[in-house]
Structure formats: structure tokens, C-alpha cells
């Protein structure tokens, strides 16, 4: 995981945006065991949701699976994160328009955007 985590360091810049996302999911406190969350390097989600922060504009803000991870990865960090709740929320109509999820999946985004502070 430590091997892992490095190159994605050394490859922020490159990355896309569902990747950011996908890190900060899988690194998430609730995704990882304790000996695991060990091998995640100091400061790793931070630089992440910074590179999510400067080039998260784009197609995943209507794909609502990747909605739920990042909402599910800041809830897991206990971070709010003003600038990209801004980015999700202001595409969530049209990808809620643009979808056929589930309920499930519908429930869980509002389970998750009801915990957001007001």
C-alpha cells in the first residue's frame, strides 16, 4: 500500500479528478484497518482533496456513484470541505436528472448531504 500511495503522490498532478476521489474513498478512516491506515502517508489525503480542490471540475460531478465516495470519504474524515461541496451540489440536478439510479443510491446521497452541517 505504501508503494501505492507513493507513485500516486509523485502522480497528483496527472491524475483525474475520479481518481482523487477514488484515493480519498479507499484511504478513507472507515475503508481501511488500523494497520493499514499506518501506511498512508502524513498528509496524503490533504495534498488529494487540494488536487481535487484545483482541478475538479468535470464529468464526475454527474456520475453519482462518485458523488456518494467523495461525500462518503469527507464524512469518513470528518473534513467539510466548502469548495468541493460547492463543485458536487452545483451539478448534483443535472445528474440526478441524467440518472437512473437506484433508490438505494438515492437514499444514501441524501442520508449523506442531511449530515452536512447547515
Given at each position: ?41 502524513e498528509g ?32 469518513a474524515m ?41
Amino acid at each position: 500500500l505504501q508503494a501505492l500511495l507513493a507513485a500516486a503522490q509523485r502522480q497528483l498532478e496527472r491524475l483525474p479528478a475520479e481518481d482523487y476521489i477514488a484515493l480519498l474513498y479507499e484511504t478513507s478512516d472507515a475503508q481501511l484497518s488500523p494497520a493499514l491506515r499506518a501506511c498512508v502517508p502524513e498528509g496524503f489525503p490533504e495534498e488529494v482533496l487540494h488536487a481535487l480542490r484545483e482541478r475538479g471540475y468535470g464529468a464526475w460531478r454527474l456520475e453519482l456513484e462518485a458523488v456518494r465516495h467523495l461525500l462518503e470519504a469527507l464524512r469518513a474524515m470528518r473534513v467539510e470541505d466548502e469548495a468541493l461541496l460547492e463543485l458536487v451540489l452545483d451539478r448534483l440536478p443535472a445528474a440526478l436528472r441524467s440518472s437512473d439510479c437506484s433508490l438505494e443510491l438515492l437514499v444514501r446521497l441524501l442520508e449523506l448531504l442531511s449530515d452536512l452541517p447547515p
